[in-house]
Structures are given as structure tokens and as C-alpha cells.
């Protein structure tokens, strides 16, 4: 921060959050040496999140737990996030670099919406995140690879709408659902049997969390459920009222279900 | 080689504090109340895209009247600030009195040192969990950093304004209510019918970001004169 003055003097980077922290010299680095991280350097990796469209929106679920190796790091961490009002953000990845994707990605929308008084489009936000990973290639191509997932509710038409990423920085926009993480070939492999456009919203909740049960049936990483411990997937919608998170009791219903359901 | 005049520190101040009030006194004014559902600001525009009211943060909303580019490039830099702040530490490390010292701080300087001093007077209004806890803080072209209870009004007729306001405004009034009484407030001092109104809310209660224009229904009621 430049003392108790405002940052009248920056310079002009528009009305993008990032550029403007880059310019102070305030943004955030985790520039690795030629060498690259030492062997064993194993930071927690969050897991299986995935995403699919339903008749009124979207509905966009994480699994709590984050795996280094062999090893539970965290059993319940969040990878769900409201990205804005109208949309949703998800991780995989290494967690420690996702989160705080994240967490410029939410100021960055927030930023702009203040500094111009509109909102990005749905599609400029998609592409906005797209470069966000794109900027972290050197550190993907250490090791250290962050992939979001992005959901959100075009105001123009109404619809859901679900992007995938790489790590590259490549967008895509999904017709039906997305996933990303260790545990989604799974996730998507079980919805592909069950999916259909158009489906209400218990039912895409079903869905969604019984494709989180499979993926940890399958994927050491990935957490399902957990009865015992009381800890159950983030799960929220994002409609055209906005971003709401679906209450746990409804979540952990849903959960029972799919853990009934899913061999 | 010339040597700059001599001119006298009180002479400098006198010189451009006339000039800067000079151009405020043309701005039309803005007023802000402690309401029962949060902080009300309301202000005379004429122009439906050009807003003189804004949001900074969760609870904190600006507003500027005088030159348009001068306060505008102070809404900037305060949303900068206060999104860097908040993106450093965390949400509720933003607070309205850091703004608005920021403020005064950065037209104090420009005051002194700039090539001319900012045209403008701005307000910085923040909402509490109980109106006890609201602020509102008035910055002038010259750095001075007011904290104002319960009312206060900044442009070019603010002190009658904020007189007729002080006349009108007792214990903390409904929303409807005070909307009723600055607007009658404004026309008495104007003596004139209002060229459009701008509105906004800082709410009491809500998700984590508080402000939101009021809509033309909302402001509808005090759009008529009498």
C-alpha cells in the first residue's frame, strides 16, 4: 500500500484488479528457481469438482478433501466459491494456488463491476479466468497445475452455462456438464449414463453429488461423503436470483441417496 | 537565473481555497442521513449515466460533487484502495474512517503541492449493525476531514442544506420518511423544482455488499415538487 495516501498516481491499468496490484508491485508471486521445486516437495492438491446445467441453471459441486500423495492433507477445504452474484468458480488442482486464483478472480469481477457499473458478461469472465490460468503456465509446467471450473448464468437469455479449462489456459464451453480433478474421468463417466437436458433441480443435485460418490469410489484422492464425520460436498446453483448454496441437511440428504445408488 | 516570487504561505492558501470554492459552488449538492434501514445519500443529477453517488465497498459508498474528472479519479483511487486493502487482508479491514483519512490525506496534499487544488468536496458514508455505528464523513477541497451524526450535505449550498436538514431531522427516521424530508429540504434551498434525482442505500441488514441504487419507483414519491 503506498502509506495513507490513495493510489491516485498509479498508473492506468484500466479497470483490471490484477494489472493495478502488478503495477504497485503487490501481486502475488511464487516464482520458482531454474531447478524447480525439490524433490518430495509435495504441497496438498485439491481434488474432484464438476459442474452441470439443469432446466433453471446450473449446479456446480466439490469434494472437501485435499491429498498430497498418499496422504489426507486437509478433509474439509472449500472449492466452491461464489465467483459474483450470477456465477460460480470451482478448483483443482494445487490447492494453495487455487485458492488464491480464486480469491483475485472474485476481487477482479468486483473491481471491475464498481470501477465501470456493469457487470462483465458471462463470457468475459470465462475468458478473464482463461488468461488467469494461462498466466500461471510456469508454474503448471513445474508441477504445480491449477484448473478451475466456471459456471454462470448468461443474463441476456437466462441459461446456464458451464466452462471447463486447461492447463494451458484453454476455455470450453460444455453443453451438458464439466469436471475437472483427479477424480473426474470418473464424475464424468457415471453422468454421461445418468445425464439429461432439462432435468429439475433435485434431480441435478442427485446427479451431481452421486458423480462426486463415484469419483471417490474410484480415485484415492477424491473425498465422498463422509457420514461419520458429518462432511458433505459444497453444492450450490447458480438461477437467475443468483448464487445460493444448497443447505447441508438437503446436501447430506442427497448424499444418503447417492451413496444407496451408487455401486 | 530568475528566483520564483515570494508568495506568502497565508496568501497561497487564500488564493486557491477561493478558487476551489468557486468552483464547488457551482456543483449541486449532495446530502446523506442515518436512516432506520441503513444510510440514505440522495443528490440532485439531472444525467441518468454520469452518478455522483457509488459503491466502494461492502458498507462504505462515496460520493463527490464538484468537477466531474476530479471526483471521479478520486472514486477510482478509492476503490482501489479499498479492494487492495481488502484483497491484502481481509473484508472487514476496510473501514470508512481509513477511506475517508485516505482521502483527506491525498486532497491535502494536492491542496499544497498540486498544480492546482481538486474542485470538489466528497462524502464517505459508511453502515453499522446499529445506526450508533454509522459514519459519515465529509472531506473538503483542502484536506479537512469532517465527522458528521445522523445528516450532513456537501456541494455548493451544503451548509444550508445541512441546516434545513438539521431543522427537519430528529430522532432516525424510516427511509420513506427521510427521502420525504431531504427532498423538501433541497427544494426549499434551491427554492426551484429538482432536475432529477440519484439515489442509494447502504442497508443495515443484507448480503455482504451492501449498496444498491434506490429505483425510480422508490424515488418516484418525492419526484414531484408539492
Redesign the interface.
Known amino acids: 500500500m503506498t502509506g495513507s495516501l490513495l493510489p491516485l498516481g498509479a498508473p492506468l491499468p484500466g479497470a483490471s484488479f490484477t494489472e493495478l496490484i502488478r503495477s504497485l508491485d503487490l501481486a502475488p508471486e511464487w516464482a520458482l528457481g531454474p531447478d524447480g521445486a525439490p524433490a518430495g516437495f509435495q504441497p496438498p492438491d485439491a481434488t474432484t469438482v464438476l459442474a452441470l446445467r439443469y432446466d433453471s441453471g446450473v449446479v456446480m459441486v466439490g469434494d472437501r478433501q485435499a491429498t498430497a500423495g498418499y496422504d489426507i492433507a486437509h478433509r474439509h477445504i472449500q472449492k466452491v466459491f461464489a465467483a459474483d452474484s450470477y456465477s460460480a468458480v470451482a478448483i483443482s488442482g494445487t490447492a494453495g494456488l487455487g485458492v488464491e486464483l480464486i480469491r483475485l478472480f472474485q476481487t477482479e469481477l468486483e473491481h471491475y463491476e464498481k470501477l465501470e457499473g456493469v457487470r462483465l458478461s458471462l463470457d468475459g469472465k470465462a475468458t478473464y479466468l482463461a488468461r488467469m490460468v494461462r498466466s500461471q503456465l510456469p508454474m503448471a509446467l513445474q508441477g504445480f497445475v491449477v484448473v478451475p471450473l466456471f459456471c454462470g448464468i448468461d443474463p441476456d437469455d437466462g441459461t446456464g452455462h458451464v466452462f471447463t479449462f486447461d492447463a494451458i489456459g484453454g476455455r470450453y464451453e460444455e453443453r451438458d456438464f464439466g469436471a475437472a480433478g483427479s477424480g473426474s474421468r470418473e464424475a464424468r463417466a457415471y453422468l454421461r449414463t445418468v445425464y439429461s437436458p432439462g432435468s429439475a433441480r433435485t434431480e441435478a443435485i442427485d446427479h451431481s453429488i452421486a458423480a462426486l460418490v463415484a469419483a471417490a469410489g474410484q480415485d484415492l484422492a477424491t473425498g465422498g461423503p463422509d457420514l461419520r464425520r458429518g462432511i458433505y460436498p459444497n453444492v450450490v446453483t447458480v438461477t437467475a436470483d443468483g448464487v445460493e448454496e444448497v443447505d447441508e441437511t438437503a446436501v447430506a440428504a442427497a448424499a444418503e441417496r447417492a451413496l444407496e445408488v451408487v455401486r | 537565473m530568475t528566483l520564483p516570487f515570494y508568495v506568502a504561505p497565508e496568501q497561497l492558501v487564500k488564493d486557491r481555497a477561493e478558487y476551489a470554492r468557486k468552483g464547488i459552488a457551482r456543483g449541486r449538492s449532495i446530502a446523506a442521513l442515518e436512516v432506520q434501514e441503513g444510510v440514505l445519500l440522495l443528490a440532485e443529477n439531472p444525467s441518468r449515466t454520469l ?1 455522483k453517488i ?3 465497498y461492502d458498507r462504505i459508498a462515496f460520493a463527490g460533487v464538484g468537477k466531474y474528472n476530479e471526483f471521479e ?2 472514486r ?6 479499498a ?6 487482508y481481509g473484508r472487514r479491514d476496510v473501514t470508512g474512517k ?1 477511506l475517508a ?3 483527506s ?2 486532497l491535502g ?1 494536492i491542496f499544497v503541492q498540486g498544480p492546482k487544488p481538486f474542485e470538489v468536496e466528497v462524502l464517505v458514508a459508511e453502515v453499522g449493525r446499529t445506526v450508533a455505528e454509522d459514519r459519515l464523513f465529509k472531506v473538503t477541497y483542502d484536506g479537512t476531514l469532517y465527522d458528521k451524526r445522523g445528516y450532513t450535505a456537501i456541494g455548493g449550498q451544503a451548509d444550508e442544506l445541512s441546516d434545513r436538514l438539521g431543522d427537519a431531522y430528529e430522532a432516525t427516521p424510516g427511509l420513506v420518511e427521510a427521502l420525504a424530508l431531504a427532498a423538501e429540504a433541497f427544494r426549499d434551498v434551491e427554492d426551484r423544482a429538482i432536475d432529477g434525482w440519484e439515489g442509494a442505500l447502504l442497508a443495515r441488514e443484507g448480503p455482504p ?1 451492501r449498496f444498491r441504487r434506490l429505483t425510480k419507483e422508490e424515488l418516484g414519491g418525492i419526484a414531484t415538487p408539492e
Open positions: 452518478t457509488s459503491e466502494i479519479s478520486l477510482v483511487a478509492g476503490i482501489r484502495y479492494d487492495i486493502k481488502g484483497y491484502q481509513s483519512s485516505a482521502f490525506q491525498t496534499n455488499r
